[in-house]
T-cell receptor, first 117, second 116 residues
Framework: NAGVMQNPRHLVRRRGQEARLRCSPM?????VYWYRQLPEEGLKFMVY????????ESGMPKERFSAEFPKEGPSILRIQQVVRGDSAAYFC???????????????FGPGTRLTVL | AQSVAQPEDQVNVAEGNPLTVKCTYS??????LFWYVQYPNRGLQFLLK??????LVKGSYGFEAEFNKSQTSFHLKKPSALVSDSALYFC??????????????FGGGTRLMVKP
């Protein structure tokens, strides 16, 4: 069973460009979470999605950031008009979810390291 | 709001000695508590979790953690440290059960350095 997949692993963008980060959850997982990690800091929650639905986006910046998890294909975190402060590691996690399994841990991908020049 | 504190930025221990990485939390209701480890340039790997039941939880690689409700703590421990345990450790919490958001709140991380 393959783990959570993220690509690209490293992404370099110039200020003003767009960054697209992709996440494929573990097989059988229908819940995806995006976190951001600044250097030497903990992970900060950004958004929680189920297939075709955004459940909680309380951690997402109000502008330039968006996320989706379509019926088919990976989840996408999109950052428009990137700025140097967007440089960070972006981690995706997935979990199965049911009332019975609500205590399941989240499984993390290897992350995408975004560098904005 | 839920929060996690890891009061030590770094913990140094000699190989073979016991180690403790501290974590305290704040959450409404019963907590679900997790420890993850991160190696350089890698994602987070799950170590262990406390959901309910015995306060002492055993996890991967010989690690264990003790849930203390009165002190709102969930310290990570290992009886005998290995050099290969050197990594960044994160404690996380979320409120449960039936928390619709399932969002994890992480501590700031503690770097564990095990010297030969």
């Amino acid at each position: 069973n393959a783990g959570v997949m993220q690509n690209p692993r490293h992404l370099v963008r110039r200020r003003g460009q767009e960054a697209r980060l992709r996440c494929s959850p573990m097989k059988g997982h229908s819940h995806v979470y995006w976190y951001r990690q600044l250097p030497e800091e903990g992970l900060k929650f950004m958004v929680y999605l189920q297939k075709e639905n955004i459940i909680d986006e309380s951690g997402m910046p109000k502008e330039r950031f968006s996320a989706e998890f379509p019926k088919e294909g990976p989840s996408i975190l999109r950052i428009q008009q990137v700025v140097r402060g967007d440089s960070a590691a972006y981690f995706c996690a997935s979990s199965p979810r049911s009332v019975r399994d609500s205590a399941n841990e989240q499984f993390f991908g290897p992350g995408t390291r975004l560098t904005v020049l | 709001a839920q929060s996690v504190a890891q009061p030590e930025d770094q913990v140094n221990v000699a190989e073979g000695n016991p180690l403790t990485v501290k974590c305290t939390y704040s959450v409404s209701g019963n907590p679900y508590l997790f420890w993850y480890v991160q190696y350089p340039n890698r994602g987070l790997q799950f170590l262990l979790k406390y959901i309910t039941g015995d306060n002492l939880v055993k996890g991967s690689y010989g690690f264990e953690a003790e849930f203390n409700k009165s002190q709102t703590s969930f310290h990570l421990k290992k009886p005998s440290a290995l050099v290969s345990d050197s990594a960044l450790y994160f404690c996380a919490v979320r409120a449960g059960p039936n928390n619709a958001g399932n969002m994890l709140t992480f501590g700031g991380g503690t770097r564990l350095m095990v010297k030969p």
